[in-house]
C-alpha cells in the first residue's frame, strides 16, 4: 500500500523559513519521481517543485531562489526546504509520487493528505 505522510508545516513570519517533509512506504522510492504541490484558498493547485530518480530538479518561477526541493533515499524520504518565505506562499502542501513513469515526475498517482503552511506578514 501505497502512503505519502507530510510533516514540517506550521506557521511562520513572512521572511522566515521552514522545512517539510513527506516520508513514503509501499513502493521502491528510490525510483521514483516526487513532487510537492500546494493550494490556497481559492486558488487551483500548482506543482511547486519537482525531482527525478537521478534528482534533476524543477521548480515553478515563485519560488526559484527560494526553495530547495531534496530527497534522502535511505530514508524514503523527500523534504520541500523553504526560505524567505512570503505571505502568497501560504497554503496546504501536499507530496507526490509519479508510479506510473520510471524515474521521472510526469504524471503522479498518489498523494499525501497536506500539511497547512501560514505565513503571517
Known amino acids: 500500500q501505497v502512503r505519502l505522510l507530510e510533516s514540517g508545516g506550521g506557521s511562520v513570519q513572512a521572511g522566515g523559513s521552514l522545512k517539510l517533509s513527506c516520508a513514503a512506504s509501499?513502493?521502491?522510492?528510490?525510483?521514483?519521481?516526487m513532487g510537492w504541490y500546494r493550494q490556497a484558498p481559492g486558488k487551483e493547485r500548482e506543482l511547486v517543485s519537482s525531482i527525478s530518480s537521478g534528482s534533476s530538479t524543477s521548480y515553478v518561477d515563485s519560488v526559484k531562489g527560494r526553495f530547495t526541493i531534496s530527497r534522502d533515499n535511505s530514508k524514503n524520504t523527500l523534504y520541500l526546504q523553504m526560505n524567505s518565505l512570503k505571505t502568497e506562499d501560504t497554503a496546504v502542501y501536499t507530496c507526490?509520487?509519479?508510479?506510473?513513469?520510471?524515474?521521472?515526475?510526469?504524471?503522479?498517482?498518489?498523494w499525501g493528505r497536506g500539511t497547512q503552511v501560514t505565513v503571517s506578514s
Open positions: 507526490a509520487a509519479d508510479l506510473r513513469n520510471w524515474g521521472v515526475f510526469l504524471n503522479p498517482n498518489y
Open positions: 509501499g513502493y521502491i522510492f528510490s525510483s521514483r519521481g
